[in-house]
């Protein structure tokens, strides 16, 4: 008789899967993705390398799901953000930049496994689309804040991929792992200082402390 699984034991299956990623993601958050090689996932499951290999074709697959799960948690977040920030085009790209910056120099590890670390080309196309998603929510505001005069006029789409772009950039040396721990005022003071940054760039005046 041909073995069919059960409930149970899909639901097993499920669960071991889902630990693997799980373990994947803490060690990302941990060190990056280098350091989720499948002996260390393993180990960490107290499972077999074979046993990952059973459940993902490849280290590149289970660290692209990895990607994909924790870039989507963020965009997520940033999206829930700017719905509640109001309805000026202005508070709401405010509040994209302050949630962006904030929580990658709050969580500088996975944010710059998300952004900056050399990846495989199957994770690198996973970050290609974690980059447009914030490109995309920062083109609909803009585009609103051109219909209502709150930005000088520009193209939307470029606009908002130039914003998301300085905001990466300008992050860069305080998100690396080799930089020092930054201060909480630090902190606000980037990203006050990137917020202004992107408001000019929009022509919108900005006086600072804008939620």
Known sequence: MPYRPTALTRQNALDKRDGFLRAARGLVAADGFKAATVAAIAARCQASVGSVYSYFDSRDRLLAEVFRSAAGHEVDLVRAAVADAGQQASERIGELIRIFSGRALHGRRMAWALLFEPVSPVVEAERLV??????????????????????????????????????????????????????????????????????????????????
């Open 130 to 211: 974690y980059r447009s998603s914030y490109t995309d929510i920062g083109e609909q505001i803009i585009r609103d804040g051109l219909a209502s005069g709150d930005f000088v006029p520009q193209d939307a789409r470029l606009a908002s991929s130039a914003v998301m772009g300085a905001v990466s950039e300008a992050l860069v040396g305080w998100i690396r792992p080799d930089s020092a721990e930054p201060s909480e005022s630090e902190l606000e003071s980037v990203i006050e200082g990137i917020r202004s940054f992107c408001f000019r760039a929009l022509g919108v005046s900005y006086a600072g402390g804008v939620r």
